[in-house]
């Protein structure tokens, strides 16, 4: 239980040793004084990522279908991608919505952002919202393979509430658009 006396212990890391370099993610050892006490913690720096919820004219929602290796099956999930450098995060997710969908928007709105792992990855993902959608032609990188679905929201909020959509990113962001949605309907 965290109380004022564990709360308040000055942590302080002392040594970071890399462990593996991969092509998305750097997994390090965090070697820490908490409080007087030794700890050793993995840590994960992921660069960023942003992601992209894009609305049609007509209120569907586009989301793509996708095989995730970690998972060992497809996934429904918003367009994203990870940042290339230090790439600011509305060009990325602009250009993931236009990669992955073909589409591009009129306008682009900071939706909400999410740490996806807190527990021992620094991963951070800007959410947009992309509305005034025009089709165009996809950009897929060599190792993707994508389908790109159409979606009411209140089946996608179905499919959230029974455990089959089980990406946070994408859960996160039709929530937040839900309640956006909800909040403009009462006003």
């Not at 509430?161 to 859960?171: N, Q, S």
């Amino acid at each position: 239980m965290l109380n004022e006396e564990n709360a308040s212990k000055p942590i302080k890391l002392i040594e970071r040793v890399e462990k593996y370099k991969g092509h998305v993610i750097t997994v390090y050892e965090d070697h820490l004084d908490i409080g007087g006490q030794d700890a050793y913690w993995d840590f994960i720096h992921h660069n960023g990522a942003a992601a992209v919820l894009p609305v049609t004219d007509d209120g569907e929602l586009l989301l793509v279908r996708q095989f995730r290796h970690a998972l060992g099956r497809y996934t429904l999930e918003l367009p994203a991608g990870k940042r290339d450098g230090d790439e600011d995060y509305l060009v990325c997710a602009t250009r993931e919505l236009k990669e992955e969908t073909g589409f591009t928007a009129d306008h682009m709105d900071y939706l909400l952002t999410v740490n996806t792992t807190v527990a021992y990855l620094d991963e951070i993902i800007y959410i947009y919202l992309a509305r005034g959608l025009h089709a165009g032609q996809t950009d897929w990188d060599a190792e993707e393979e994508l389908g790109l679905e159409k979606w009411k929201l209140p089946d996608l909020i179905d499919m959230i509430r029974a455990g089959k959509m089980t990406d946070a990113k994408t859960i996160a962001a039709i929530m937040t658009y839900a309640q956006m949605i909800n909040a403009q309907e009462k006003d």
